[in-house]
């Protein structure tokens, strides 16, 4: 789940398999005569179609490609755009890529088979909730066959060949992949198929999961959001001037609804979150704490309002429901807790979806997470932390940039309480929280001591600026020397910070004093611009 930009991580449509790739959400638009017309036949409605591409597709393909496949022709150099564009960023947080390549190493020769002409395109057809999807894969070295309704022998025999099509006639399987192990690779990533096409050829036997009554299935949107609505709001859709709907939902992982749709959905998160795994909701869970836990989830839906139209000519309009992300929290006691004993809350998966990306959806949905461990209480216990476990680069940046809003109110809200020294001027300023100061905070916003030290500097470094940008504008000749030695004071108590967090790798260090000074410096210089990125301060 990304809200911010983070120079250096990985993009859509990097890899050669990401170039391969495709992902739509398919959203019914306009009116349908019946509920049953609206699910099952979507030639009758418009379409709106979300398409994206992975940024992770390691868990599928290792060598993150398709082995003996190319990208299509306009997939492959648009992929060369994005490579080039990634790199730059790259390289500007001192992480340099190969000079010479103009592709994601993923497209090896030896990988791709760079002389053969054999194309790939994968389309996942996702479902408004995403609880199933369709497959289309197109081959460029592939003649369309159509499929005799009779699906007699010989049409059999030619759809058995496609599925086990490989991109050099006669090379070993071993080193090239058939489609039919595409889509066994694919099958970890995706929601439960409900068909499948390889070049127009349909192939419902593919997966024994498929029912015959699914032949017909698109478009099926969720009547009711999972769980219990505790936010809505409107929002627009990317860069458009179209304000749709949303409310985010909490559901008990014991719910035998949320479970199930859980199930059925967080296979997806494979591709956006580099470390994803599955888990069961539904039951306690061993996290590595001293004591089982529990689940509940956090939902975004897209609220679509459809019309019907019923005998009296009429138009009933009624809400429906599409996935646009979740959060996966767990719920564990923790009776030796500082400051108070209670139950901690873990952020362990969360993603929004890309069409809703960069929209604010992820600090809604954030600030939603403490606002539901502030009004939790069962059997007596209540949400004392809200922790993250393995953050993304992301992810941290959207924690950091939340928590610092929560502490900045808390400040406004309860002036000198939090804040004694408010000159900046005065050395004491920046004189660090000391562990009564922490603790009490830490109870009130339900963050770690670390957090609160992050929120703590970037909130000096903010009333910093202000004072400053003051202070030049009042054209104050000694302005100069007086900002060097205020922001001498900032440098110092940001180094004694990284000082004690860091203190193995200083003292790991084989330089002696002078090694461990530059670290300091650097590490500094990095939380210094990375603080004025979240600020949106310009040097």
Not at 29 to 44: G, H, K, Q, V
Not at 75 to 104: F, G, I
Not at 184 to 206: E, K, M, T, Y
Request: include cysteine.
């Amino acid at each position: 789940m990304v809200d911010t930009d983070v120079d250096g991580e990985p993009v859509a449509g990097l890899s050669a398999a990401s170039s391969c790739i495709r992902i739509s959400i398919y959203l019914a638009a306009a009116a349908a005569s019946t509920t049953t017309e609206l699910a099952s036949n979507p030639a009758s409605s418009s379409q709106e179609l979300l398409t994206f591409r992975p940024v992770f597709t390691h868990q599928c393909f290792p060598d993150e490609c398709l082995r003996g496949w190319r990208p299509m022709v306009d997939a492959e150099r648009q992929a060369q755009l994005v490579y080039r564009s990634w790199k730059r960023s790259a390289d500007t947080s001192n992480n340099p890529r190969d000079e010479d390549s103009n592709l994601h190493p993923s497209f090896r020769a030896d990988l791709l088979r760079e002389n053969n002409t054999c194309r790939i395109d994968v389309h996942i057809k996702l479902e408004p909730s995403c609880s199933a999807c369709e497959i289309d894969v197109t081959t460029s070295d592939s003649e369309v066959t159509s499929v005799d309704k009779t699906d007699g022998p010989a049409c059999k025999k030619v759809k058995a060949d496609l599925m086990e099509q490989l991109p050099v006639r006669g090379s070993p399987v071993d080193e090239s992949m058939c489609v039919n192990d595409i889509l066994q690779r694919l099958s970890l990533a995706v929601p439960p198929i409900f068909s499948v096409h390889v070049n127009g050829c349909r192939f419902d036997w593919w997966n024994s999961t498929m029912k015959k009554d699914n032949s017909k299935r698109h478009f099926h949107y969720l009547d009711q959001p999972i769980g219990r609505i505790i936010k809505s709001y409107q929002r627009k859709i990317n860069e458009s001037k179209v304000e749709a709907k949303f409310v985010i939902t909490i559901a008990e992982g014991t719910e035998e609804k949320a479970s199930h749709y859980q199930e059925s959905i967080q296979k997806l998160a494979r591709w956006f979150i580099e470390t994803a795994d599955e888990v069961d909701v539904s039951g306690s869970a061993d996290r590595g704490e001293d004591s089982c836990g529990f689940w509940s989830v956090l939902y975004l839906f897209r609220e679509h309002g459809v019309s019907l139209e019923t005998d009296s000519d009429s138009a009933e309009h009624i809400a429906r429901y599409s996935l646009a992300g979740y959060i996966t929290l767990f719920h564990f006691h923790a009776p030796f807790k500082r400051p108070e004993p209670g139950i901690v809350l873990r952020v362990c998966q969360a993603l929004i979806l890309p069409p809703y990306q960069r929209a604010g959806h992820g600090s809604d949905m954030l600030q939603s997470v403490y606002e539901y461990a502030e009004k939790y209480q069962s059997e007596g216990s209540k949400i004392v932390e809200v922790n993250v476990e393995d953050p993304a680069p992301g992810f941290v940046a959207l924690r950091d940039y939340v928590d610092y809003r929560r502490f900045s109110s808390l400040v406004a809200t309860t002036p000198g309480q939090y804040d004694v020294k408010l000159d900046v001027t005065d050395k004491d300023f920046f004189v660090p929280l000391s562990e009564e100061e922490l603790l009490k905070i830490v109870s009130f916003l339900k963050i770690t001591k670390r957090q609160v030290q992050i929120v703590h500097e970037m909130y000096k470094l903010e009333q910093l600026e202000k004072w400053k940008r003051q202070t030049l504008n009042a054209g104050d000749e000694n302005s100069r020397g007086i900002i060097q030695e205020v922001e001498t004071h900032y440098r110092l108590m940001i180094k004694k910070s990284l000082r004690a967090l860091r203190k193995e790798e200083l003292g790991a260090c084989g330089g002696g004093k002078e090694e461990q000074k530059a670290l300091l410096e650097r590490w500094f210089q990095e939380s210094l611009a990375y603080y004025r990125k979240l600020l949106r301060i310009r040097k």
